[in-house]
């Protein structure tokens, strides 16, 4: 089911006469899920919003260079994930480097007062653990945890081996496991 809409989405697409009915069903179908992909990741609406727009800009752009070599699915999160990582590296008031910088982080206070974060006091600490790791191991960690993404798909989206995603997960789930025993939450 997923495959055939996907392919009268890109049917429409390369149809000069439907291409924009195309491309808002694509958006339509994939906003929501691209959204929250982004926005473990970055942790702030307005700042989501910003990467899910560039994204879409750049699929506009690009959807005629589609080969279909992956799913659909995979090469839109590949793009996202890319412009998220572009704008995190940008944007390095989503970094720090230690579980003390975390404390008075500003993204991590404005997570509490924002009306779409619903986690409890454990969650709002495994954001800020999270917060320590490099930007590539966040995003197999958030893709693998939340999105119980496969590393079969996350090595396509990211360009690289799965025993390396392994890898990179096992350490982040370690940093994650020593910041919640320095916490005394464990």
Known sequence: MKQAEDQQILDWISSKDQKEKG???LVEKYKEKLYWHVRRMVLNHDDADDVL???FIKV???IDHFEGKSSLYTWLYKIATNETLTYLDKNKKYSYDTMEDSED???IKNLKTDPLYDG???QFHLERAIGTLPDKQKVVFKMRYYEETPYREIAQILDTSEGALKASYHHAIKKIEEYFKTKELL
Do not use: G, L, M, V
């Open 105 to 107: 982080h500003p993204a």
């Open 53 to 55: 727009q560039n994204t």
């Open 23 to 25: 491309f808002r069903s």
């Open 60 to 62: 506009y752009k690009s």
């Open 120 to 122: 409890d006091e454990i």
